[in-house]
């Protein structure tokens, strides 16, 4: 195996310089977004009711100088938000069920994620048409104020000087 990357070379980039943050700055970047993607995964394993997958598809990505984006699944945002029932908006969800009959791709979600033969699968799905899909909160409560307050302290103390830190929620950039 060799030390530095094939393609990379050309651009004067070696392994150990790629795998490793150039100052104490993008250390503590990489430290923030590595604690909130395992905090988010974490909450997701406890609060939401998935096959692990949702959890395992978030990820830390670095997307300029001291900026990174967390990303997920497209799912992520219906959980996170919920999704109102068809005709209503019990959730107050930005997300609504438009249709009230079921898909076979849903149906087909819903039995290969809880074992279920085809019939009682479609009459899952039904009931979350009728029902909606409850809010996770799952950004509320995993950036919450104190976390942010929390980053803003550390984030003072690595530079001596005092931020205001926010996440900006893009649910239309989720994948």
Known sequence: MANDFDFLD???ISTSEAQQPQNVYEKFLLDVGNKVTADLRDYI???VSNTGGLASSVVYVPN???????????YFK??????NAVGTTNHGSSFSFKYPGVS??????????K????SHAYAVASSIKQHGI??????ENVLSEKTLDAIARDLAEVTGLMFTINFEKETKQWQ
């Open 45 to 47: 394993k406890t609060n």
């Open 134 to 139: 409850a809010p996770k909160n799952i950004i």
């Open 115 to 118: 074992g279920f033969d085809m």
């Open 78 to 83: 219906f959980q996170d938000e919920g999704v």
């Open 10 to 12: 050309t651009f004067g």
């Open 104 to 113: 076979p791709r849903m149906a087909k979600a819903i039995q290969e994620w």
């Open 64 to 74: 300029g100088a001291l900026t990174f984006e967390i990303q997920a699944d497209d």
